[in-house]
């Protein structure tokens, strides 16, 4: 019998905060945003089952090549941040009429742009 670690491409589960709603989460990496979440471990699984397969028949009616595993960056990751930094982060995005990724994107192209000057 196939364990889901054999038939599922590579995925990160975890649980999800009660502020997230309980339950647990199952991310496939390599497959940027495709993501479900489910009362258990395995309710996770079912539905993340679900949400791939989803996701690569619209990648395909959509005619855009479907990832490989291991060769997306998907431009996207998640960061945990103090709420003080998130709130004077979206404020300062409102205040220069900008969405809280667009920001966070410049200031850390930014930064990087410092750091490599320096370097």
Known sequence: MKTDRETL????????????????LVEFPDYPGCIADGETPEDALKEG???LRSYIET???LGR???????????QWRQRVPKSLHAALARRADRE????NMLATTLLAEGLGRRSVAD
């Open 9 to 24: 491409p590579r995925f990160e589960i975890r649980p999800l905060t009660e502020e997230e709603g309980s339950g647990y």
């Open 49 to 51: 089952r679900d949400a």
């Open 59 to 61: 990648l395909k009616e």
């Open 65 to 75: 090549a479907v990832p490989k595993e291991g060769e997306v960056y998907g431009g």
């Open 97 to 100: 009429g900008v969405s809280l």
